[in-house]
Structure formats: C-alpha cells, structure tokens
C-alpha cells in the first residue's frame, strides 16, 4: 500500500491514516475483530462495533485480495480533529467472485494524539460497501451467498429464496455454474448508498442486478442488490419470482449487456415464470388493465418505459415477458434462448429474428400487440 505524496490540507496526517488503513487490512485478511477494534477512536463505542462487524463480516463472507489505499482528503480538519478523505478499496468473495472489485469509497479518521483513527466507512457521494458498513447475518450454500443487514429470521428467508432461484435458472440454463451473490441492506436508502444512487432511485423496485463497482468491466462481481422496502411487501410467490429473476440476469451477464431492455427483462421473467402456476390475469393484470384503457402500445418498450421511476413500470415489465412468452410459443423456448444469446453477443436483433423465428421486429411487433388486444378482451 503506498503513503500519499501529495500536499495535505493543515492538520491532516495522510501518512498516519495510511497505517491505520493498512492495519485494518490486516485484521480483515485475518478475520480478527479484536485487532479491527483496537483502530477506533478512544471511548468511541459505535466505531469500535462497525470496525469489528467489518473484520467478522469479512471471514463469514471469506474476503480476499482486500486492499486500501489512501487517495486524497474531502475538505479540512473539523474541531474535534476528524476529517474524511477518498480510498480505493479492492476484494473479492471467494467461491463466486472470479475478479475482485474495485471501489472509491470515503473512510473518516480522527487524529488522536500522536496517531490517526478511523471513524467508518461510507457516504460523501460515493458507494459504500454494505459488508464495510454495517453487522451482517450471512449465509453462503456452493451456489449461492447471502448478506442481510437483518434478523436472523430475515437472513433465513431471503437465502431460501437464493437458493431456490438457482434451479429455475437452471432449468432453462444448464451451462449456468458460477453462483449467486445477494446483498440485503437494511432499507432502501441504505440500498441508495450502497449504490450510491440519487435518493429515491430505486424506490419502486424491488431489487437490481449491477456490477458491485458499478463499471462495465467485464470481469467485474455482478450480485443482486434488494430494496427491502418493496421486496418485504411482496407475497411469497411474487417475492421468488423477483429472486428469480434477478438471478437470470446474473446467469446471462445482463448487467454489462447492451440488448434491447424488452428481450433482457422480458426473457428474465420468462425464466422466472416458466413453471409457476398464475393465471395470466395475475401475471398480467397491469397490461391487460392498460390496454383495456388506452389500447396496445404502438412499439416494443424501450429504454425509457424502463425507467426506474416511470408510471405504468410493472406493465412494461408483463408487455415485455408476454413478447418473450410470444417468441417461445412460435418457435420454441431453445430458439428464445438461442435469440437471447445471439443478440447478447452483438447479432442485431432483427437479423437473430428472423434466423430464429422466421419474423421481423415489425411483424414481431404486430403479433405482439394482437395478443395484448386479445387479452384485454
């Protein structure tokens, strides 16, 4: 770990928070708490908690290629001698991160006497690692690791639902091997800092497959991130089928994809729907309801009926499964599959079309919207 070169604001000690920095590497490469609290301030009580969550966080989630380096201080000194400042962090779960990630996140210290503190870890407009964070209950299977900053009870529940997601996706994607991550903060604005997302971002949804470090990199830890604000509120069958569905995008590597939004959602709740037994009155009620009232939509939804805060998402979301479901019952859920693939790997779609199903986007679209209309009748 290198000690910043760089002139410092008066009354900052880069290279003291460096060593504290480094010492708390070690204690997370040793799973020690003990040693993580010892680098709280003094009479700090709420430091010393958080600093050793992180250390038992770590060995029950078995980091690894855990780094931190100091990068540059967020403003002064305050009066009681606290400042914070920006540190790049790597690590990796092992077992089902094949690359570490790689995050600027901001750590508070405190000078205290001849030596520097450290305070936490998160906020200033930056992600915040969940399991540097907070206390978490973890749960880990071969294929599947679970995070909650929660009961006992809700950890129980939430990796139920991990790991039963796992042979749904693999049902219709056997070559699927790598496992599935899922962290739980405690709300959903916690969930906003741990994405670092405007305030509100996700308060419609009920969870979000993403890079841990938000990049594109291919490589990059791609986990299933929950809003328990809207997931809790779900019935049990809707909550496992959202599971589901994060999961497939997991398996298909949706996070970094560049596909139409209508084929990676829509194919995710086919998977996801496949062998639930609804009607399609629940499955579908709110396109059926909106085509009742203002017709068919005139095209396939796009970027923007996805948005995280539109009206009407929870349609958008059933008109695009139905047009997978459509595809699957014109020429089977192999040429679904195998549409998906091509396009996620750069075939325009309508070229993958009509290799695969004979079809146009236009005469997709068409068939499509008959269906929505013969629903809605």
């Known amino acids: 770990m290198a000690t910043p070169t760089h002139r410092s604001a008066p009354g900052v000690q880069p290279s003291e928070a460096a060593t504290a920095l480094q010492h708390l590497e070690h204690a997370v490469d040793d799973g020690d708490p003990a040693a993580a609290r010892a680098l709280a301030p003094s009479g700090d009580d709420h430091a010393r908690s958080l600093l050793g969550a992180v250390a038992a966080n770590a060995r029950a989630l078995r980091v690894r290629d855990f780094t931190l380096r100091y990068v540059d201080e967020e ?7 606290s400042w914070s400042a920006a540190v790049d962090a790597t690590w990796r779960f092992a077992g089902f991160d094949r690359q570490p990630a790689h995050v600027e996140m901001t750590v508070r210290f405190v000078t205290q006497g001849d030596h520097v503190a450290l305070e936490g870890v998160g906020g200033g407009g930056r992600r915040s690692p969940l399991w540097m964070t907070t206390a978490l209950q973890v749960r880990r299977t071969p294929s599947t690791l679970v995070m909650v900053a929660g009961s006992v009870h809700e950890a129980d529940a939430y990796a139920r639902r991990a790991t039963t997601a796992v042979p749904v996706v693999r049902r219709v994607l056997p070559q699927w091997h790598s496992g599935l ?7 959903g ?6 994405l670092d997302a405007d305030p509100g ?7 979000v497959t993403s890079t841990v470090d938000g990049s594109g990199a291919a490589g990059a830890p791609v986990h299933v991130f929950v809003n328990p604000d809207v997931f809790d509120s779900l019935r049990p069958q809707g909550a496992q089928v959202v599971m589901s569905h994060e999961a497939v995008h997991v398996a298909t590597g949706a996070a970094t994809s560049s596909m139409p939004l209508w084929l990676l959602e829509g194919f995710a709740d086919y998977v996801a729907l496949r062998d639930v037994d609804l009607p399609i009155t629940t499955t579908a009620g709110q396109i059926i309801k909106r085509v009742r009232r203002d017709g068919p939509p005139a095209h396939l939804p796009g970027a923007a009926e996805f948005g995280t805060t539109t009206t009407h998402l929870g349609a958008t979301y059933e008109s695009a499964w139905l047009a997978c479901r459509l595809l699957a019952r014109t020429g089977g859920e192999a040429a679904l599959v195998h549409l998906y693939e091509r396009v996620d790997h750069g075939t325009p779609l309508g070229v993958a079309l009509k290799s695969s199903f004979g079809l146009g986007v236009g005469e997709l679209t068409q068939r499509w919207r008959q269906g929505l209309s013969d629903l809605a009748s």
């Open 75 to 81: 403003g002064g000194v305050a009066d009681d001698g």
């Open 201 to 207: 971002e996700y308060a419609n949804i009920a969870a």
């Open 189 to 194: 604005q916690a969930l906003d800092s741990t």
């Open 181 to 187: 991550v899922v962290e739980v903060p405690s709300s």
